[in-house]
């Protein structure tokens, strides 16, 4: 972790503080405990060389402990330049930075397997594109966007398990938010995958693994469903024979799929598991394609599994679009890291206490119908915004339609139009009245004679 130097801001200095534009500047102090805020205002991290070229912008802001929302109402009313504050730095509570500085590695189940959880995102991109995805074809931009990319990079980069619940939760408050396009598959029924990414396992065994765990005297594989006796085409050395022992329990699986039962995510991990074994690792993931449009988290299992049986199972598309959601994964975290988001949590916090369904449409965005923001200190995941006419109708008639949105810019051009019509309209009346009309005696007489034949 760099260390920072910090200095407190009042809020009067801190639009200045911001643009590196103090007539005094601040000093700063080596720690943060030697800071003494003064007032309304904010603590502000700069790295040492920060100054060295007559320029010294903040890299961390840290907002007060009391009153955080007033700070904001304040610059937004006063100095709507600076708002949000992400826009030049990383902005944290008080609470989260002492949270993530005082993490000791006290997690014990997210971040022990690290390697796993690549597979686990690629299995939940999947799944949220409603199976008309294959993994050759899937943008790998959007892992940021999935639950368990941001669940993953919790757990690596701080190793502490409050940390990554707290994550969590702050996810689960986020899936209700009506602003955003509600998701295929809900955080609920992940999180008992999640737990199950550090569980013990012999990496060595790969694949065989799995097939002596379904050996038909393991009877407790499959729980109360159809026994894996009764598909051991699963099991054969001809692959025509496991793909159609496939169909076969699929379809037997289908009716409890479709039943109201408790998300335990046992049915989904047994259809996982059997596609698992069709292909004898990834290469038949395709196989779920029509199953999952009843239950997408099936497609999570899968990566799961993927997860447990390591490189040995991976077909080649697999494989590439793991290492890239793995580099992606396994940076270290640091203060001095600056943060790719369009607001901090603190800040949807405020802003979602507005209640106005056009406050996120009105942020500055790195794309223009999504909004990433950082949950916990580097993480970063990112909602697909609903547009304000969608909203509306949504609640007076609780279906999803899209109305046309009236801005400011629209009715501008409309009147720009309108009135260059008029004006067209206008000129070519006047064309008319001054112009005497066309006939043979206004006709040019070398016109005329060539129009019948030529001069004589």
Known sequence: MTELKFAFSSRDDLPDALFSMLNSPHIPKHSIEAVEPIGLGAILGYPKQSSEHGYSSPYLIILPPAKPFELFAWLKTYAPETFPLSQFGRVVSRADFDSVKKSTGRDKIFWQ???????????EMLAQSDGDSS??????????????????????????????????????????????????????????????????????????????????????????????????????????????????????????????????????????????????????????????????????????????????SWDPA??????????????????????????????????????????????????????????????VCQFRLKSAGIIRDAEHSGAVVEAPVNTVETDMLYKFVSEFMKVADKSKLNLIDTVPPYSDATVPKTKRASSRGGRK
């Open 135 to 312: 993994v050759v074809s899937i943008p790998l931009s959007r892992a940021i966007a999935t639950y368990s990319f941001s669940v993953a990079r919790a757990s690596v980069a701080h190793k502490d398990d409050f940390v990554t619940q707290e994550c969590i939760n702050r996810l689960e408050s986020l899936s209700s938010d009506r602003r955003f396009v509600e998701r295929l598959i809900h955080i609920k029924s992940l999180q008992s995958l999640w737990g199950r990414v550090g569980i013990a396992w012999d990496d060595n065994a790969g694949a065989e693994q799995l097939l002596q765990a379904c050996h038909p005297e393991n009877k407790d594989l499959f729980g109360n469903g159809p026994s894996i006796t009764n598909y051991m085409g699963l099991l054969s050395d001809s692959a025509e024979n496991r793909v159609v022992a496939f169909r076969n329990f699929a379809k037997d699986w289908s009716a409890r799929l479709a039943s109201p039962r408790d998300h335990d995510g046992q049915a989904e991990l047994e259809i996982a598991l059997a596609a698992f074994l069709v292909g004898r690792g990834t290469s038949h993931a395709f196989l779920l394609k029509d199953i999952v449009r009843n239950d997408p988290s099936i497609y999570v299992w899968f990566g799961l599994i993927a997860a447990l049986c390591g490189p040995t």
């Open 318 to 379: 697999w494989a590439r679009a793991v290492k890239s959601i793995e580099k992606s994964l396994k940076s270290s975290f640091s203060w001095e890291e600056i943060s790719p988001c369009d607001i901090s949590w603190a800040e949807y916090r405020w802003l979602n206490s507005l209640d106005n369904e056009k406050t996120f449409q009105e942020l500055p965005k790195l794309l223009p119908k999504v909004l990433s923001m950082e949950i916990v200190p580097g993480v």
């Open 113 to 123: 397997r690290p390697d796993r959880w690549p597979s686990v995102v690629l299995g």
